[in-house]
């Protein structure tokens, strides 16, 4: 394991680069990619909205409503958009292709934030991913059992991506008895 310094998660180029390093440095039959942290789903704006608040935050001002984001990054202040998120997995998986010669596409990718759930997000990583897995509601602050997801898929390395993604889904389910969301 290697310990990379504070990165800015709101920067579409630190996901690109992140998928690229582990998937050079660890080669693997599969690959899961879990993205942590405040979801806003994807919600249909006006383009120039979007554009307004990207403006507006990089002017240091305060920005309207964000939409269609993961990943707020506190100590940077920023946030991925649903569209950097497809274009830096897009990004990423061209340029693991060109470097290794080889084609990858990550098998899962599993949104531990709310709101991701949705058809629009899944549509947009539909060239990036096999599975995704996401929740459409409100996630409690625990988020995922990283400990029973990742405790199952050591006692079965073989596991298919369908089932780790299933695996996800009742993990986290079962993390939470009595919460019907």
């Given at each position: 394991v290697e310990y990379l310094d504070e990165r800015n998660m709101g920067d579409p180029a630190v996901l690109t680069d992140f998928v690229v390093w582990a998937v050079t440095h660890y080669p693997a039959e599969h690959y899961a990619l879990s993205i942590w942290n405040h979801?806003?789903?994807w919600r249909k704006t006006q383009e120039d909205r979007v554009e307004?608040?990207?403006?507006?935050k990089r002017a240091g001002g305060e920005a309207p409503a964000v939409f269609r984001?993961?990943?707020t990054d506190d100590t940077n202040g920023d946030v991925l958009y649903m569209r950097e998120v497809q274009d830096a997995l897009t990004s990423a998986r061209g340029l693991v292709e060109g470097r290794i010669g080889t084609k990858v596409?990550?098998?899962?990718?599993?949104f531990d934030a709310c709101l991701?759930?949705?058809v629009e997000v899944a549509?947009?990583?539909?060239?990036?991913?096999?599975?995704?897995v996401g929740s459409e509601m409100v996630e409690p602050g625990?988020?995922?059992?990283?400990?029973?997801?990742?405790?199952?898929?050591?006692?079965?390395?073989?596991?298919?991506?369908?089932?780790?993604?299933g695996r996800i889904v009742t993990e986290y389910a079962d993390s939470y008895p009595g919460q019907s969301d």
């Open positions: 979801g806003g789903g307004q608040a990207k403006a507006a984001t993961v990943c596409k990550l098998d899962v990718v599993g991701m759930g949705m549509y947009a990583l539909r060239d990036a991913a096999q599975y995704m625990a988020g995922w059992p990283y400990d029973a997801i990742l405790g199952a898929l050591a006692a079965t390395p073989t596991m298919t991506p369908a089932t780790l993604a």
